[in-house]
């Protein structure tokens, strides 16, 4: 029998080796922002989806950790840094070849090539889709997998605009360059990569994102990226 998590073990996105408990819905997370993974790992936590998130940056180590053995679905940025979300569906699968695997990406993409990305393994979400997209693919993959089991927390109502996260019925009080910095936030980039995609001083961005967490009354970014997620701005 699998040893029960001990406290240390539940935090929203685990990195490493990491024993799970035998009950509840297990995510794998794999994206190179991990304020990204943050951010979604909330979210489907808050949904009542998951009992538990394993998060990756890459694809190092992924065939080796016996903890996907409890894996229940997996959400795949198809576009790692220098790799491809794609070999980490095949490596996942070639342990566990019904493992459920969402496809997602934040870059721009025609009708044909978010069709392809479908078909590749059923499931697909693209980042600028609004995140009740994402929530409704999650539960038709669990809906459609039975066997993956049953999120053991409570069960959490759809979103409220006005409640999560408490910042949300706020945002109509940032300005246009304050909504761009808050959309490359939802990508997970970082101050300078901001500066360097806005045509903006660091400090300014600095600025900005300050502003934005006053307005929206968050204290953390992983906060933001979740909020732009709800909104559609990642």
Partial sequence: M???????????AMQGRTVLSETGITALILDDHQIVIDGMAGLLRDQGLVDHVLS??????????????????AIIDVGLAGESGLDAVATLRSATPSLPCILMTGSPLDADERQR??????HFYHKQ?????????????LDANPTAGTATGPESPDIDPDLTPPGLGRIGQLTRRERDVLRQIGRGAGLTEIAARLGIARATVRKHRENI????????????????????LS
């Avoid at 016996?66 to 894996?71: E, N, P």
């Fill in 2 to 12: 699998t040893p029960a998590q001990s406290p240390s073990d539940k935090t929203p």
């Fill in 56 to 73: 990756r940056s890459s694809l190092a180590g992924l065939a080796d950790d016996q903890a996907f053995d409890a894996l229940s679905f």
């Fill in 117 to 122: 990305l479908q078909n590749h393994t059923g």
């Fill in 129 to 141: 889709d609004p995140v009740e997209q994402l929530i409704s693919v999650v539960r038709d993959v």
């Fill in 213 to 232: 967490m006053d307005k929206l009354a968050v204290r953390s970014s992983a906060r933001l990226v979740r909020i732009a997620l709800q909104i559609g």
